[in-house]
């Protein structure tokens, strides 16, 4: 099956300091790809969608000055959270879609991020 | 409006006894349907989904959903439990290819 990755895993960092995670699709081209966030015992929030080449699409709520992402290439999206706060700890998680899969999201690892 | 609802938050049973995870959905579209589940600080693994086709969906690990039109209903069973089953289920639902919602999500625990 496809294979979404993320890095890093886990990351820890201080208040102001900015961060950022990858995701790639590893065996396939993603046109779009999701971002999600999770706090702990709750549901996936969905922060943001990208499309390859294109600004990506925020969810209401969601501060895209704070959340920068890119979606460089059909294999690649970055998130990076800027002037991170203890507030932003969270579990983010990426997912990656092709044309072709039928609305089906292959996800990530997800990455740990922890602000001091 | 597009939605779905995990009816209970969690579920409790004992190993070697059935499992019924329950989900509805509305939708005003014909929705794809899935079901992940989620083990402690882990990503989401995809246990099965309903594209349209049979109504009676087989995934991994012995779990399966039916797709009830009528009831707007995606419930996940498994005859048997095992410990290994204890994590966080989602119900999913995509709405023609653009929105995807998630359930609440219902926390599996297995008694030995």
């Known amino acids: 099956g496809a294979v979404v990755s993320q890095h890093p895993s886990r990351v820890i960092c201080k208040s102001g300091t900015s961060v950022k995670i990858e995701c790639r699709s590893l065996?396939?081209?993603?046109?779009?790809m999701f971002w999600y966030r999770q706090f702990p015992k709750q549901s996936l929030m969905l922060m943001a969608t990208?499309?390859?080449?294109?600004?990506?699409?925020?969810e209401q709520g969601v501060e895209k000055d704070k959340f920068l992402i890119n979606h460089a290439s059909l294999t690649l999206s970055t998130l990076t959270v800027t002037s991170a706060h203890p507030e932003d700890s969270s579990f983010y998680i990426c997912?990656?879609?092709?044309?072709?899969?039928?609305?089906?999201?292959?996800f990530g690892p997800g990455t740990r991020l922890t602000v001091l | 409006a597009q939605s779905v609802t995990q009816l209970d938050s969690h579920v409790s049973v004992s190993e070697g006894t059935p499992v019924l995870l329950r989900c509805n959905y509305s939708?005003?579209?014909?929705?794809?349907l899935f079901w992940y589940v989620q083990h402690p600080n882990k990503g989401l693994q995809l246990l099965l989904k309903?594209?349209?086709?049979?109504?009676l969906v087989k995934g991994i690990n012995g779990f399966e959903a039916e797709f009830k039109k009528s009831e707007t209903s995606f419930h996940l069973t498994k005859p048997s439990a095992h410990m290994s089953d204890a994590a966080e289920y989602f119900c999913?639902?995509?709405?023609?290819?653009?929105?995807?919602?998630f359930g609440a999500g219902t926390r599996l625990f297995v008694k030995a």
């Open positions: 997912s990656a879609r092709t044309s072709g899969s039928q609305n089906e999201q292959f």
């Open positions: 065996d396939f081209q993603a046109t779009t």
């Open positions: 990208s499309n390859e080449g294109s600004k990506a699409t925020y």
């Open positions: 939708s005003s579209y014909s929705p794809s």
């Open positions: 309903y594209t349209s086709a049979a109504t």
């Open positions: 999913v639902v995509s709405f023609g290819g653009f929105k995807t919602i």
